[in-house]
């Protein structure tokens, strides 16, 4: 009895040890200044195998040599005077992404500058920081963006059935009462914890992929999908706080884990400074033929990143006038969507135009599937020749850019029989 005793103790202190070990990642996971003093160190993962049975496709197995990966990056952090914090395979690059700690001591860009030329690394970079694109404007009611969309109508020929959405944010509130169901699969890439409700993750979710005909909430501009949450950002530590934090390698964790996953639309309602890590994860993402939605910071040139890179949805408010460059506007202020807490209620921001364009974009791909990026970008607002694809703002129509990929008018004829897309 006494044996059985003493088993139990050591257990609890073992349960207890491993749950302070978990708070304590977390905590280290919402650190800013200790990931400010962090380096991504890529190691080469080994030659793709060819198979002649496969569509002579190539593939990483990224399992093999991974123990002598470790011991290399534990030897470059010992060189280098780093802690070695965490490592990620990212097989869509060819290489294991480590994550190593500088001390204050010692200057960031001469060990990024000094790992960069070891012949034993792939590539070097420092850690960047990434924010949500949303605001705290004052909440009162319009009209619902929906109606400015005649989902109503779209909803009777797409309802983005099947299209697999990746959205890349903070936590989605998986038992919402607008959104029980609609979750195929999430994934926490900052801490240990399994579900973790949040208020921007959960907003954009909604707008997304609401459920329909469920007589309470919202609709979602495509509430058929198959939405991926992936929790990549971590929400500020106010109550009701919108305003989060991403880093490069959270990010790149869940855009690898998209690509395994064969998403065909990613949401990535953040900005951030220029990451040559992502944007290589990125060019991979359009190569595959995946569109990528981003929320324009109408504060940066352009947009910012990752909304300005080539090949990425660029997507401002309908009230945006003031950002410049290659933008789609959207519905973006006072929009009703899905509260964490079961809630529901009015937000404003970039953010939540980009998920409008991302439920328009599923809308689209169950009607043409096989629509590369660059027609989807024509099919939401077609070439003008007024402008220049430096410095042009386009209204997104979602009754003409389902028009344009059908051939036929979608919604909003102005005449019976009239088989032209008219703006709402």
Not at 290 to 306: Q, S
Not at 354 to 378: F, S
Request: aromatic letters at 4%; hydrophobic letters at 45%; a neutral charge.
């Amino acid at each position: 009895m006494r044996r059985i005793r003493i088993s139990v103790l050591v257990l609890l202190c073992l349960c207890i040890a491993a749950c302070t070990q978990m708070d304590r990642r977390a905590e280290t996971a919402l650190d800013a200044a200790s990931l400010e003093r962090q380096v991504l160190v890529m190691l080469r993962l080994p030659a793709p195998h060819f198979r002649p049975d496969v569509n002579y496709a190539g593939s990483y197995d990224w399992r093999m040599g991974r123990d002598a990966r470790q011991q290399i990056a534990e030897r470059l952090a010992t060189q280098y005077g780093l802690k070695i914090i965490e490592g990620w395979p990212m097989p869509a690059l060819g290489v294991d992404c480590f994550v190593m700690e500088a001390p204050t001591s010692l200057s960031l860009t001469q060990i990024v500058d000094k790992l960069s030329q070891d012949p034993r690394v792939e590539s070097a970079q420092s850690m960047h920081l990434f924010h949500v694109l949303a605001y705290n404007d004052p909440l009162y009611p319009l009209q619902p963006s929906a109606r400015l969309w005649h989902l109503d109508e779209l909803h009777k020929i797409t309802t983005g059935r099947r299209v697999r959405v990746a959205e890349i944010d903070t936590g989605v509130e998986a038992r919402h009462p607008d959104l029980a169901g609609q979750i195929v699969l999430a994934r926490n890439f900052v801490d240990g914890r399994r579900e973790v409700a949040e208020v921007h993750g959960t907003a954009v979710a909604g707008i997304i992929a609401a459920r329909a005909d469920d007589g309470i909430g919202i609709v979602g501009i495509a509430p058929d999908v198959k939405l991926m949450a992936l929790r990549a950002c971590w929400q500020g530590a106010g109550p009701g706080d919108s305003a989060a934090l991403c880093s490069s390698f959270t990010l790149a964790k869940a855009l690898q884990f998209a690509l395994d996953e064969n998403a065909q639309v990613i949401n990535l309602s953040l900005g951030g400074p220029r990451d040559r890590l992502l944007e290589r994860l990125l060019d991979t993402a359009v190569a595959r033929g995946i569109t990528i939605v981003g929320a324009a910071n109408p504060e940066v040139a352009k947009g910012g990143f990752p909304a300005s890179h080539g090949g990425v949805l660029a997507v401002a408010g309908d009230d945006g006038h003031d950002v410049a460059g290659d933008i789609l506007l959207a519905p973006g202020r006072d929009i009703p969507t899905t509260i964490a807490g079961q809630k529901w209620g009015f937000v404003t921001g970039s953010s939540f135009a980009a998920a409008h364009v991302t439920g328009l974009v599923a809308l689209l791909r169950e009607l043409a599937p096989d629509l590369r990026p660059q027609q989807l970008r024509e099919a939401l607002a077609p070439p003008v020749r007024s402008g220049t694809a430096e410095d042009r703002r386009v209204l997104v129509d979602a009754c003409a850019a389902v028009g344009r990929t059908t051939g036929s008018c979608a919604c909003a004829c102005a005449v019976a029989g009239d088989t032209r897309p008219h703006s709402p």
